[in-house]
């Protein structure tokens, strides 16, 4: 390969500066199976420089097939489309692409709210997949007919025709008899997403001819199987060949073929697939990407600071009260058949037997999670008296709680782990619960389909539970504060609270470099990765480099755009800590200094952003400041998406506004401030969690663990906050034309302070920063706005 290969799949005329050496790099290190940690701010060519070298080791080599991207924030997923779509339109053989969605989003049933809303659209889908399944069971030696006409599938999985178990007429017959414009059918077409299906609204059951018993089924479903497992829909249908949701959608909907099958038929012929983190790392979600996880995936990982955290959530597991009751109530369900006669328990026992259970087994599985949903009463309800003095719901705390259950400093075992030991409840059982519960979910849905069984998935959780180590995973029991009618709970402090067992995942960075080492290489990247050294270690790429001799190259860029369009300051003032400032409301020295820094900043034309250390800090500053400037003064609070969305519409519209937000806030990451949308922003103090919390403790105690005790500290609170500061202050400057203020302010900023953190900005913003203490501030900012009125 030529190392000017990748110029001809570049989607743009030239490249900008920095992106010619990513792609290059990139490429060296995919071929030789390696990772790219490379750290560049807006306007580097992140996205085209990551495609350009994928689709270059696609096409060039023979080592990869793919190149999966994810990314966590729905912009950047459009941004990837987009240019892969720039880069198909010059190609005289386009990357066919696919951009990946929920089964939610797709179902048309689901969509339209034709489920009954006692039923998730996963568990009703995989309900009528079943019975479909069922219907459509041609058997050995069943007679299958030509596909012709509308059926014809574009696209069709390699091995469909080879090992068919299913009869493609009976599925085309099932397909039409839900046809809406049947004489015989009074309901109007099935429409969503401004396309009408070829299927009535309702869910259609099967017809006498193919089966006795009133059996509902998908009529989406049906027609994927008279379709030869095959899609209608091809690339050649989506814009320069790349298929989104808004092709994907409607066009199968109108062919009547279920939208997620023909979506995961495109998978296996893409080129280029782009999704979200679970895609990758959710063990739930992953299934859809069975098969296309291997040596020849190139995989490019974006914002890559936030694979942490968010791997941690998708890994830390939760099991409601409620739940609980539910897998023991399907335990209790099928003790109840049995028992109802010696004929009976015998049916039952041969039952489960098939599936490798038996009575006795689903009996002792039913006694543990019975007394676990007792044990989990009493420890609330002993740890509200404890701690408050009372049960009484009007009394207690208005937000979540945590109660740990083992010091998160220590690598105890949990309490509910040493409890069911003392209570003779053994390792073997608990591991057997998964097991357990599939073999009584199996045989109680051969007499009930509608019966939405938890055993499973609750016995395979507990299992876990059981399993796990005690210090890369937290167990807790997670309070939310949700209040509920007294006649709705049978506990007095549910009427508060809804309690759950939640299994906190501490160490992500094993799981990571497990999803990293199935793939052929790739990109990890991120506008805020510094310090890189850091981020290799806690994501495990020091480690999969060391165990697998797999290479891992740093690249940090500058920011491409003129620098004299920018100020940018560190403000010397105290430490803005709970210490130091007091109580909002309380007249500190420190406050005052931070009043001043706050209408300094706010005053600056234009829209200005201020990020504070949580949403208390940021309720002060925006009262505050709605008396000292004369302008709108916005303030966030940790509200729902569509408030955020509202708030933010309000801050673009009419004239400059002052938006105040948490630094740890969803405003300060993924939302794009182009154009005139920001001219400033300040970020006060730096933005660590709540280092009391049990959780936040007991990560810092694993990365202590982990990495030693000196860098627990470091590596698990003040590396990922400093990236908070540094993600706000990146939203001002999105263009080259663009012109805007930068304010870091408290002395932890500054180098050599006490506790400081810089060391742990870019190199570029290490030597771009000017350190000036307040009282200067007002005249350099009014000499910059000056200079670009």
């Known amino acids: 390969m030529s190392e000017s290969a990748w110029e001809s799949v570049f989607g743009f005329e030239e490249p900008y500066a920095?992106?010619?050496?990513?792609?290059?790099?990139?490429?060296?290190?995919?071929?030789?199976?390696?990772?790219?940690?490379?750290?560049?701010?807006?306007?580097?060519?992140?996205?085209?420089?990551?495609?350009?070298?994928?689709?270059?080791?696609?096409?060039?080599?023979?080592?990869?097939?793919?190149?999966?991207?994810?990314?966590?924030?729905?912009?950047?997923?459009?941004?990837?489309?987009?240019?892969?779509?720039?880069?198909?339109?010059?190609?005289?053989?386009?990357?066919?692409?696919?951009?990946?969605?929920?089964?939610?989003?797709?179902?048309?049933y689901g969509r339209e709210d034709v489920f009954p809303r006692d039923a998730s659209t996963h568990e009703r889908c995989d309900d009528l997949r079943e019975n479909t399944a069922a219907l459509v069971e041609g058997g050995e030696g069943s007679t299958r007919g030509t596909t012709t006409g509308e059926a014809t599938a574009a696209l069709r999985p390699e091995d469909a025709l080879e090992d068919a178990w299913w009869d493609a007429g009976t599925a085309r017959r099932l397909a039409r008899d839900a046809r809406h414009d049947d004489p015989e059918t009074l309901s109007g077409a099935l429409a969503t997403a401004g396309a009408e299906s070829p299927y009535v609204r309702h869910q259609p059951s099967a017809p006498d001819e193919v089966s006795d018993e009133d059996t509902l089924y998908c009529p989406f479903e049906a027609d994927w199987y008279g379709r030869e497992k095959g899609s209608p829909l091809g690339f050649?249908?989506?814009?320069?060949?790349?298929?989104?949701?808004?092709?994907?959608?409607?066009?199968?909907?109108?062919?009547?073929?279920?939208?997620?099958?023909?979506?995961?038929?495109?998978?296996?012929?893409?080129?280029?697939?782009?999704?979200?983190?679970?895609?990758?790392?959710?063990?739930?979600?992953?299934?859809?990407?069975?098969?296309?996880?291997?040596?020849?995936?190139?995989?490019?990982?974006?914002?890559?600071?936030?694979?942490?955290?968010?791997?941690?959530?998708?890994?830390?597991?939760?099991?409601?009260?409620?739940?609980?009751?539910?897998?023991?109530?399907?335990?209790?369900?099928?003790?109840?058949y049995a028992r109802q006669s010696h004929e009976n328990e015998r049916e039952f026992d041969q039952k489960l037997a098939d599936y490798g259970a038996t009575l006795d087994a689903v009996e002792d599985a039913k006694?543990?999670?019975?007394?676990?949903?007792?044990?989990?009463?009493?420890?609330?309800?002993?740890?509200?008296?404890?701690?408050?003095?009372?049960?009484?719901?009007?009394?207690?705390?208005?937000?979540?709680?945590?109660?740990?259950?083992?010091?998160?400093?220590?690598?105890?075992?949990?309490?509910?782990?040493?409890?069911?030991?003392?209570?003779?409840?053994?390792?073997g059982l608990w591991r057997s619960l998964g097991e357990v519960g599939s073999a009584v979910e199996a045989v109680l849905n051969e007499g009930d389909n509608d019966r939405q069984c938890v055993c499973t998935a609750v016995g395979q959780l507990l299992g876990a539970w059981w399993e796990r180590d005690h210090v890369g995973f937290f167990r807790e029991i997670e309070l939310e504060h949700a209040p509920a009618d007294a006649g709705s709970v049978s506990r007095t402090y549910e009427q508060a609270y809804t309690p759950a067992l939640v299994t906190f995942n501490c160490m992500p960075g094993d799981q990571i470099r497990d999803v990293l080492e199935e793939v052929g290489g790739g990109v990890l990247m991120s506008a805020t990765l510094e310090p890189i050294d850091v981020f290799r270690e806690v994501v495990g790429l020091d480690a999969l480099a060391e165990t697998e001799d797999r290479p891992v190259v740093e690249r940090t860029y500058d920011m491409v755009f003129p620098e004299s369009n920018r100020a940018s300051f560190v403000v010397d003032a105290a430490p803005f800590t709970r210490t130091n400032r007091g109580e909002p409301g309380e007249s500190t020295r420190t406050r005052d200094q931070y009043e001043y820094v706050l209408r300094t900043v706010a005053r600056s034309p234009g829209n200005v952003l201020v990020c504070m250390p949580n949403y208390r800090e940021a309720a002060w500053a925006g009262e505050y400041l709605a008396d000292a400037v004369e302008k709108d003064v916005l303030v966030d609070s940790s509200s729902s998406n569509e408030a955020t969305d509202d708030l933010k519409a309000e801050f673009f519209a009419g004239d400059g506004k002052v938006l105040v937000t948490s630094t740890r806030g969803t405003l300060t990451e993924g939302v794009d401030y182009d154009g005139e949308k920001l001219a400033a922003c300040l970020v006060v103090g730096i933005p660590l969690v709540n280092i009391g919390s049990p959780r936040v403790r007991a990560?810092?105690?694993?990365y202590g663990d982990a990495f030693g005790e000196e860098k627990a500290f470091e590596y698990a609170l003040t590396v990922p906050a400093v990236r908070r500061s540094r993600q706000a202050i990146g939203r001002v400057i999105r263009g080259r034309d663009e012109v805007g203020v930068r304010v870091l302010a408290g002395r932890r900023y500054v180098e050599g302070a006490r506790h400081s953190v810089h060391e742990y900005l870019s190199p570029e913003e290490r030597a771009e920063f000017v350190r000036m203490t307040p009282e200067f501030l007002g005249d350099q900012l009014d000499a910059f706005w000056r200079d670009h009125k």
């Open 18 to 108: 920095n992106q010619a050496d990513a792609i290059e790099t990139a490429i060296e290190v995919g071929k030789r199976r390696g990772f790219l940690a490379m750290e560049g701010p807006c306007g580097t060519g992140k996205t085209m420089a990551a495609l350009t070298a994928g689709a270059t080791l696609v096409r060039e080599t023979s080592r990869f097939e793919r190149v999966l991207v994810v990314t966590p924030v729905k912009q950047q997923l459009q941004q990837f489309v987009d240019d892969l779509r720039a880069m198909n339109a010059d190609l005289d053989e386009p990357m066919n692409g696919v951009s990946l969605v929920g089964k939610r989003d797709l179902c048309p």
């Open 236 to 336: 050649e249908d989506a814009e320069n060949h790349v298929v989104t949701v808004d092709e994907l959608l409607p066009g199968a909907v109108e062919y009547g073929t279920c939208p997620h099958r023909a979506q995961s038929v495109l998978l296996e012929h893409a080129d280029v697939v782009v999704g979200n983190y679970n895609h990758l790392f959710d063990p739930g979600t992953r299934p859809l990407l069975e098969g296309l996880l291997d040596e020849g995936t190139f995989v490019v990982v974006d914002e890559a600071h936030r694979m942490e955290e968010r791997v941690r959530d998708l890994l830390s597991d939760r099991i409601g009260r409620h739940t609980l009751v539910r897998a023991r109530n399907d335990f209790q369900t099928l003790l109840g």
């Open 367 to 427: 006694n543990l999670v019975d007394d676990i949903v007792g044990w989990l009463d009493d420890r609330v309800e002993s740890h509200l008296s404890t701690e408050y003095g009372t049960l009484d719901p009007d009394r207690l705390p208005e937000r979540d709680l945590e109660i740990p259950l083992r010091d998160p400093e220590t690598n105890e075992v949990d309490d509910l782990t040493e409890w069911a030991e003392e209570s003779g409840y053994t390792g």
């Open 699 to 702: 990560v810092r105690h694993a």
